[in-house]
């Protein structure tokens, strides 16, 4: 399952780099791929989140300094 996340977040990601797909559709594709390694990071420590659940994409991005070290900075960024 995480490594089906990391390669769905690795084709998102290359999506969102083309032009000629409108910037908000371009937005969408790169916080999908946000929200995909988030929730890989949390499986490989052994975690899931329930995605019925409403802000489970908030408890993502938040536990990524626990997941992944993010910094404070870049996780007030992403959310």
Do not use: C, W
Request: charged fraction near 15%.
């Amino acid at each position: 399952m995480i490594q089906r996340l990391l390669e769905a977040a690795q084709s998102s990601l290359q999506d969102a780099k083309l032009n000629t797909l409108s910037n908000e559709s371009r937005f969408d594709l790169a916080y999908k791929a946000i929200m995909q390694l988030a929730n890989a990071a949390l499986q490989a420590k052994g975690y899931r989140v329930l995605t019925s659940k409403q802000g489970h994409q908030q408890l993502m991005i938040q536990a990524s300094p626990l997941t992944v070290g993010l910094d404070n900075t870049t996780v007030i960024l992403l959310d």
